[in-house]
Each structure stands twice: as C-alpha cells, then as structure tokens.
C-alpha cells in the first residue's frame, strides 16, 4: 500500500511488545434522543491517537430506535504495554446513509487509554459533549477481554417452521446469540442477519472466536434468541433456547442438530403448545485463527534479501549532492532506509545473515553492467552478517564500481522468487521472504518486473520498495496493488498484493521508527494471508 500510518504496527517480539489482541464490547445507556418522531438510532465509532491526531479505527453497527443499545460489533485492537494508546468513543445518531460522521447528531463522547480500560477489565463512564458538559444522563460501558485463545467457531444455522409475526405476510427471523456477563446478565455477542419473509430461514454460515461466544469454555451455556425484524426497531420475540458450544459441536453435515425454539409467555398460556419452531445447527466447527505472531512465535523465519540501486541517476558518490554520498554523520538516504527496515526484520531471523545484492553498476575487472551482483563481491556467498555487515559491505563497494544503468528490477525479484519457491515445498509456515529494494527512481524493465511481481504473489514473498531522492514515483505507485489488482503485461493477475512501496522523502524530518512501522505497516497481513491461504499451521502451533 502506498504509506498510510496504522496505529498498531507489529514490532520486534520481547520483553517491551506485547503479542495479544483486546476485544472491546460497548454498551450505551440513557442516550440522549435526537429523532421527534421516534428514539434515536446510535452507532459508536472507535479513534485512536495517532501524531496528535484522532484516527478513525471501526465503526458499530446502527441500533434502530435504542437509546440504550449493546452494539453486537466487537472493537479488536493490538494492545502494546510500551506504548500509551489512547481512545475515544463518539456516540452518533444515524440520520443519512452517509459514512461522514458530520452528516449524523452527535451523541456524546468518552476518551480513555487502552490501559485503563484493560486494567479495570469493565468501565462505565459519563458520556460528554464537545464542550465538556454531560450528554444529558448517556452513559457508556465499555468490557475488555483478551483473545490470548485462537480458537474460532464457525456456525451454519436455519430455522423451520418458525411462527408467524406479520400480519401481512411471513417473518423477518433473525438471531441474537448471548453469553453470560460476570455481572449475571446475558451479553449480546453475535446477531445473524435478517432474512426476509421466510418461516424456514436458512442463514449464512458465519465465524466469532470461540472467546467471544463462550469465553473458551464450550460447556458454558449460551443463549439463542430468535426475533421477527422490524424496520422501526421494534422487534418481535419468536422464541429462544439454551445450549452449549459442545452440545452445538455434535452436529456434523449429515446430522444436525434440532433444538426447540420456546416462548415461555405461549408455553404457559396454552396447554398444547409444542414450540414456536425448530433452529437447526446444520454443522458447527471449532478452528484456530493463526496470527502473524502465532507464525512467528511457532518458528517461521523472516528471510531478508537487500536490493541496492547503484544506476548514474543516484549521481557520483564522492559528491555531496549524490544519494550514495555517505555525509559526515556517517549515514545517507540508502542507509537510513537498510537500518530502518533491518533492524526490525533482524528481530525474525536466527542466524541474522542477509544477503545484500546491488543492480545497475559496472563491476570490475571487465566493468559489465549487473543487475544481479553481491555487494561484498562474493557471488557464491553474498551473506552479511546482521544489518552492521550489510552497511559495512555498502560502504566497501562504492570505491570499487561505477554507477550505470539501466534501473532493472526484475532480476532481483527473480533471484529472491527462486529460494521462495523451494519454499513452496513447506509442510508447514517455516520460511517467508522479505526482499527490500531501495531506488532512486523510474524503473526500466517495467513490464518484467510486473511479470515477476504477479509470479511472486503465489509464493511465500513480500517486497518492500523505499524510494529515496525527489524522482516521480508513479510507477512505484503502480506496482503496489492497493488500489487496483496488478497485473502482467499478459493481463495475468497478481494472486494478492505483496507490494509495499514508501517514499523515503515522507520520512526526513520524522523519528525513524516512523519508517519502519510505515514500510512494515502490511507485511504481517502478507504473511498470515499466504500461510492460511496455503492452509499452512506453525511449525509449533502449541509454542505459538
């Protein structure tokens, strides 16, 4: 993606990182009502500070006519101890289609830092206005928990013969799945969508984490509760029953599993009342959900390969306007960008040897042009010792080559793309490339280089593309398939996007870390997204 900040990026794994999600429940009460004809109908939006600036993380659900709403939509975020993450909830009363949040009444608001809220584990707070005054009686709650477990369950749910709720037609079912707070009460934590006019509904198979839906324990009870949708929020009760994640497990595609849906009010009027419908478990299945730091942590290494352009453009590096001009601190825009990057990348590799390859020099004795070449001048072993022997090896080079042309990408995507192919041979997440490749500017073999990027995506490879110097990055832009799929000049299509491109001229005056969670903003989704995609666990799967 061309560079846009995430608020949580994944750093080194240690003492200072921690490696757990935090799921936030949100609750509101008394709200203030902003609609004359009817309640207002709230929706909560999550910002977190990012540079002093409130960036927008995810938005609720709409509650249709509830001033006192439990939002179904789960808030999750990477809580790091190092880091002060502060929050604020803003409260919203729905009144356009819009997703501009000036287009809705405001409701209220309350800012916090994660901390806070993990520490008390359960907060209610007054709900405020911009100018600091009470929003009337509102009030927010907002319940943390950790999703230390993996676990995910995936329910395929349907109903039969469900009782009729409309006068003029049949039911709206949808369903409202419920575990017990700590406080006795029943938390809301998944609604099903609505399907319309059906007393048989069949809804789409769907996956929470096993955390969410019963706290990890599958012998914990938890409740279903069937309702006929209605447009103004008042919804009809059908019916609801208890059960459990284990009694739910024993459904299997050739056997589901029927449960009688029971409205307690009828069962007690009527005499013969059986039930108000059957809600079947068509099948139930408990998976784990690997992340980025369960790869990691199960042992998968992060292969770094340097790629370094020494084409003319970057000017003569004796000379002080030159991008390889190496200045009096020591360091230039190449450097800044391998110290960036590999100081964190290094975190990842055991034995922390890289290699580090350059493209667009002459090389000596007989001064051909290489776009393929090791920087330390040993071919048959182009490994540098941590990201020091990289440096090193740059600066030994310079003297001893002259900057050529032209800027080919394509050979160093293909030399990277051969050890991540028999990579491909992996019984499990072992291996995962990195290939960064610092540029000064318009790439030359632009149609190889598309080529080699889309037969990349299909292996376990990601490039990072820093461009430093003030050149037209567009083709850059290009590669990095944010905005549209890449594809090769044959019109085949990248299978995911694996480009991160950054220009290094965003990043002058900024802290370095800043560079580094900009460059790496991508590549743990890159990761978890081949692995699972390859149906890959981690080596250790219990380590992790």
Not at 160 to 185: A, T
Request: aromatic share 10%.
């Amino acid at each position: 993606m061309a560079y846009t900040m995430t608020p949580t990026p994944v750093g080194p794994v240690g003492s200072q990182y921690c490696v757990c999600k935090v799921e936030l429940s949100v609750c509101g009460q008394n709200l203030l009502d902003r609609d004359v004809t009817s309640k207002s109908d709230p929706f909560c939006v999550l910002f977190m500070e990012v540079n002093g600036k409130w960036v927008e993380l995810d938005r609720t659900e709409t509650a249709v006519n509830n001033l006192n709403p439990a939002f179904a939509k789960k808030f999750i975020i990477d809580y790091h101890f190092e880091e002060v993450q502060k929050l604020k909830f803003a409260l919203f009363d729905q009144d356009k289609s819009s997703m501009q949040l000036y287009e809705h009444d405001f409701l209220g608001e309350f800012s916090c830092t994660l901390g806070v809220i993990v520490s008390s584990k359960k907060i209610t707070r007054t709900l405020l206005l911009g100018n600091g005054k009470p929003a009337g009686k509102g009030m927010i709650t907002i319940a943390a928990q950790e999703l230390s477990d993996n676990r995910v369950i995936t329910l395929s749910m349907a109903g039969r013969k469900l009782d009729k709720k409309d006068l003029f037609g049949k039911s709206d079912p949808f369903l409202e799945f419920y575990k017990p707070g700590d406080d006795g009460k029943w938390m809301l934590v998944h609604r099903t969508e609505v399907i319309k006019y059906t007393l048989d509904p069949i809804w789409k198979p769907f996956t929470v984490p096993l955390v969410s839906l019963c706290d990890g324990d599958v012998e914990k009870l938890i409740k279903v509760v069937c309702y006929d949708y209605d447009s103004d929020g008042g919804h009809d009760f059908i019916g609801e029953f208890q059960t459990s994640v284990a009694r739910m497990c024993e459904a299997q595609d050739a056997f589901p599993l029927e449960m009688e849906c029971i409205n307690p009010k009828k069962q007690k009027k009527k005499k013969n009342y059986k039930n108000s419908g059957i809600i079947i478990v068509n099948s139930c299945e408990i998976t784990r959900d690997f992340s980025f730091l369960d790869y990691i942590l199960g042992g998968c290494q992060l292969m770094f390969t340097v790629g370094i352009d020494f084409t003319a453009s970057n000017g003569n590096p004796r000379d002080p306007s030159s991008l390889h001009y190496i200045n009096p601190m020591g360091t230039n825009e190449y450097l800044s960008a391998i110290w960036a990057v590999g100081q964190i990348i290094q975190d990842y590799d055991s034995d922390k040897m890289f290699p580090a390859l350059g493209f667009g020099a002459q090389l000596p004795p007989d001064w051909k042009v290489s776009h393929e070449f090791a920087i330390n001048f040993n071919p048959t072993n182009p490994f540098c010792s941590g990201v020091e022997g990289i440096v090193q090896a740059y600066s030994a080079c310079l003297p001893h080559i002259r900057f050529y042309g032209p800027t080919n990408f394509s050979p160093i995507i293909n030399h990277v793309a051969r050890f991540a192919s028999q990579a491909t041979q992996q019984e499990a997440a072992s291996q995962y490339f990195i290939l960064l490749i610092i540029t000064d500017g318009v790439i030359s073999d632009m149609d190889e280089t598309r080529h080699a990027v889309v037969q990349a995506s299909k292996l376990p490879m990601s490039i990072i593309i820093v461009g430093v110097g003030n050149a037209d990055f567009a083709a850059m832009e290009f590669l990095d398939g944010d905005s549209r799929v890449l594809r090769s000049h044959t019109g085949e299509e990248a299978v995911r996007d694996i480009v991160q491109f950054v220009p290094f001229r965003d990043f002058r005056n900024a802290p370095k870390e800043t560079l580094a969670k900009a460059v790496l903003a991508e590549l743990p989704q890159q990761v978890v997204q081949y692995f699972k995609h390859q149906n890959l666990p981690p080596i250790n799967p219990e380590q992790a």
